[in-house]
């Protein structure tokens, strides 16, 4: 937010406005990849269940509660 203000002021209002769209810009790419990768995740259920074994073996770690296997 500073560095729109002092650029606006610097520079005017449409670089100012240049400046406050561009993480729309370069975001987007990064967001739409993450929401790819969490969904290809979502459906796979072996990966879940190594997520499962690997809170087994380090249940020594206090704060920690295992979930009983149904």
Do not use: W
Not at 38 to 62: D, H, K, T, W
């Amino acid at each position: 937010m500073t560095f729109v203000v002092s650029h606006t002021l610097a520079h005017g209002v449409r670089e100012g406005v240049k400046v406050s769209l561009t993480p729309l810009i370069t975001d987007f790419p990064i967001i739409i990849s993450s929401l790819i990768f969490l969904e290809q995740v979502a459906n796979m259920n072996y990966f879940l269940m190594g997520n499962i074994r690997c809170r087994q073996y380090f249940s020594f770690l206090p704060g920690m509660e295992i979930l009983p296997d149904r």
